[in-house]
């Protein structure tokens, strides 16, 4: 049962005399209502961040709700899942709250979810108090079932990363799912999802190469010279033509892990030439090319030329985590 703590005031279980206190507080403008009976000091409010703000109305809204469970992108935003992008005024999403199943409210979304998935939650602390929240590997297969593929394989590939859960565990909750709505889509996002993504990005980049039909490339493949010395770890690497695929983030060439742009730029130079060397053709993404699909695109096209000049690169000069879907 989720619960508030900390700074918030749950006016559940208080006497009237004290409801009356909150009530005119509240009127003075000293408290601040976060969510249905759930108050907290206006200054110290207002001082929050707002990623802190919208955590103590969701919790509030949780304990206002003490049925329920927090679902959904509420509960991979609050654990730490990367999303696909963010929505502008996002709603509380919950379930277990309204037996007539799914609902809408303006701030709450009311989901449906089988008791024996919803029952499976967890009691997760926040210093505004304890919120119950479906398990990261329900949560991911929620994503795809309530909102996109690439929130779902995000999540997941994220969770499967962090050791939150295994491939196993995907499995068995899918066969306890039954018959769910768009119970498809949450296999698919399972089959698409990996240990290996190194960052939201790839796993975006990874959907958006399984939706225009190319095969299963590997990730993380790290590519030798006839020496047999490593040249360099490649985010995606479609080892039958010998096309490497990589998503340049801005942050690297922004000196956001500490390196100096300049460096960077000369030392995947360098990098870039050995991998050419060797055999290895890449195609490098960045987020202009990815957003206007023009660097998928390019995949496309450079494979399928690959594979009509029957190019190809000895297996002994790489190898790989894993392959990038199943």
Not at 77 to 97: D, K, S, T, W
Not at 167 to 194: H, K, M, V, Y
Request: aromatic letters at 8%; one cysteine or more; a positive charge.
């Amino acid at each position: 049962m989720s619960k508030v703590g900390g700074p918030l005031l749950h006016t559940a279980g208080m006497t009237r005399a004290e409801r009356s206190r909150i009530g005119r507080l509240h009127a003075k403008q000293q408290l601040v209502r976060v969510s249905p009976g759930v108050y907290m000091d206006a200054r110290r409010y207002h001082g929050l961040s707002r990623e802190k703000q919208w955590l103590a109305w969701v919790v509030g809204h949780a304990a206002s709700s003490p049925s329920s469970a927090v679902v959904g992108r509420t509960a991979a935003r609050i654990v730490g899942m990367p999303l696909n992008g963010r929505e502008r005024n996002p709603q509380v999403e919950l379930a277990g709250e309204s037996r007539s199943g799914a609902g809408r409210r303006k701030t709450v979304l009311y989901r449906s979810l089988p008791d024996h998935l919803r029952d499976r939650v967890l009691a997760y602390p926040t210093e505004f108090g304890t919120v119950d929240l479906t398990h990261p590997a329900q949560t991911g297969i929620d994503l795809a079932r309530w909102h996109t593929l690439e929130d779902a394989v995000l999540g997941l590939d994220h969770g499967l990363r962090q050791g939150w859960f295994n491939e196993g565990d995907l499995e068995r909750l899918l066969r306890w799912a039954g018959p769910l709505l768009r119970i498809g889509r949450s296999r698919r996002a399972a089959a698409l999802a990996t240990p290996f993504s190194e960052s939201p990005r790839e796993s975006a980049l990874k959907v958006a190469m399984w939706r225009k039909g190319l095969p299963a490339p590997y990730q993380q493949a790290v590519i030798y010279d006839l020496c047999g010395e490593d040249i360099g770890r490649i985010d995606f690497f479609f080892g039958d033509v010998g096309l490497g695929v990589e998503y340049d983030g801005r942050g690297k060439y922004e000196g956001e892990f500490g390196e100096a742009p300049d460096s960077v730029r000369r030392r995947e130079m360098h990098r870039q030439k050995r991998l050419l060397r060797e055999g290895v053709v890449l195609v490098r993404i960045d987020q202009d090319s990815f957003r206007d699909g023009s660097g998928v695109r390019e995949v496309c096209r450079m494979y399928e030329h690959l594979v009509r000049q029957n190019y190809t690169i000895p297996d002994r000069q790489w190898e790989a985590g894993g392959l990038a879907w199943h």
